[in-house]
């Protein structure tokens, strides 16, 4: 017999991080669509008004999914890496980009809005000696409706800014 394809623990943990995510995100009445091919976002958040209108713009979430969270604890955060290409692509990126760390054993998630953390550390892709960087999240970030509410509050402060924006 020719030994099939394995869905991995690592793929279940996956699928599971999209669900709870897309979970709480379906309950505050918007929507999570999953990239086909990740290129440095597993999923776009479109939101919608209390009457059910589409909203301009978009959330890019990127997420990551682990069955051993203590080995990101740090005190009150958790601590992993990102690579230099991502943070190259999301630093310039005008919408929202959130990471989303999944605790799988707890069926928890945390949350990081990447380029409010960029612009308080002071950090750019081109000042990234090597291919990755360390960064910090808080344990206290939990992905729940009030913090998806935040989400969109703060892609709608994005649309105040960029607003008068004219396309020549």
Known sequence: MIERKQRTRRHVIASMSLHHVAYTIAKCGYTLEATQS??????????????GEVENGNIFVQLKATDHISKYRKRKSFSFSVGKK???LWQDEPFPVYLILFDASAEAAYWLYFQKYLQINGVRA????????????????????????????????VLAQIGSMKHV
């Not at 990740?38 to 009457?51: I, R, V």
């Open 126 to 157: 081109s000042g990234i000696k090597g291919n990755s960087i360390s960064i910090e999240m808080d344990a206290a970030q939990i992905v729940d409706e009030n913090s998806v509410h935040g989400w969109r509050a703060d892609k709608s402060e």
């Open 38 to 51: 990740d290129y440095g976002y597993d999923a776009l958040l479109f939101t919608y008004s209390d009457s």
């Open 86 to 88: 991502d943070v190259d």
